[in-house]
C-alpha cells in the first residue's frame, strides 16, 4: 500500500514558483533520498508534506488520510525533523519529549523507554534537565532528532538527518532508520551525502527548480549521474 501520495502539487511563495506539478508516491517501509541542488525545493517539499507551507494545487494523503479533509488525524501519521532544530528555549531537552510524547499520545510508560533508550544511544543522557541555549548544535540537533523517533509513526520526514551529527550519532541514526523501514515505517529525507544516500536508500528523487528529473531506483543513481556528467 503506498504510505505517502503526493499528487500534482504546486507551490508558490509570493509571486515565485517553488515546486511545480509534484507527483510521487511512497511505498511503506519504503526509504526514498530526496536529492538536488541547493534551492532546488527539497526543504519547501518536506515542509508542504508537513503542512507548514501552503499548497496552490494538489493533493497528499498518508494512509489514505487526506491533507486537506482531515488535518489534524492526517498530522497524527507524521513525525518531521527540520534543517534547523527548532526547540523551545523555555523547555528542557526532557520536557521536548514529554511534549511530543503528549501530542503523539504516548504513555509515561512507552515515552520514559524510549527516552532512556534513545539518549543513551545519541549519548545526551546527561543532558536531560538542559535548556537548548546550553546545548551544542549537535546537541540540538540530537534532541530535535529524539523528539521525531520516539513516536511510532508511518511517515517520517527527514531534512539533512546526518548534517551536524559526530560519526558515532551518524551510524547509530543510520541504523535506527533501517530498523524503522523493516518495522514498516516509510521515510523520506534529504540529503547531499551521497555515501550515506547509497547505503540507505531505496529509491531516490532528483529534484530541480522545483520539478521532479528522476524518480528511481537507489541502485541506477551512478549510472544517471556518470551518464549526465559526460
Ligand atoms: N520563505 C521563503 N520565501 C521566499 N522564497 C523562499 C522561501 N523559502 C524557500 N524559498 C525559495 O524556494 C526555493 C527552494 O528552497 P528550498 O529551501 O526548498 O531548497 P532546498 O532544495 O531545500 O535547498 P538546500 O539544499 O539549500 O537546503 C529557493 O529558491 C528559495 O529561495
Known amino acids: ?42 526543504s519547501t517539499l518536506m515542509k508542504t508534506i508537513m503542512g507548514w507551507q501552503e499548497k496552490q494545487e494538489g493533493n497528499i ?85 529524539i523528539c521525531a523517533l520516539l513516536p511510532e509513526v508511518d511517515l517520517l520526514l527527514i531534512d539533512e538527518p546526518f548534517m551536524g551529527l559526530d560519526i558515532h550519532a551518524a551510524a547509530a541514526l543510520q541504523q535506527l532508520l533501517l530498523e524503522k523501514t523493516q518495522g514498516g515505517t516509510s521515510i523520506l529525507l534529504t540529503s547531499h551525502q551521497l555515501d550515506r544516500i547509497n547505503q540507505v536508500a531505496d529509491k531516490y528523487i532528483l529534484l530541480d527548480k522545483g520539478e521532479i528529473r528522476e524518480y528511481d531506483e537507489m541502485a541506477n543513481f551512478d549510472t544517471i549521474t556518470r551518464r549526465t556528467s559526460q
Open 61 to 145: 494523503s498518508v494512509q489514505g488520510i487526506d491533507q486537506d479533509q482531515e488535518f489534524l488525524h492526517y498530522k497524527r501519521q507524521i513525525a518531521y525533523i527540520p534543517e534547523e532544530p527548532f526547540l523551545l528555549s523555555e523547555l528542557t531537552a526532557m520536557q521536548h519529549f514529554q511534549l511530543y510524547g503528549k501530542s503523539y499520545q504516548l504513555s509515561e510508560e512507552k515515552l520514559n523507554q524510549k527516552v532512556e533508550e534513545l539518549t543513551n544511544l545519541f549519548e545526551i543522557k546527561d543532558k536531560l534537565n538542559v535548556y537548548p541555549e546550553s546545548l551544542s548544535k549537535g546537541m540540538r540537533q540530537k534532541v530535535q532528532t
Open 1 to 42: 500500500m503506498s504510505q505517502l501520495v503526493v499528487e500534482n502539487v504546486t507551490v508558490a511563495i509570493g509571486q515565485e514558483s517553488i515546486l511545480k506539478n509534484i507527483h510521487f508516491t511512497v511505498e511503506t517501509g519504503q526509504l526514498i533520498a530526496l536529492i538536488g541542488h541547493n534551492g532546488a525545493g527539497k
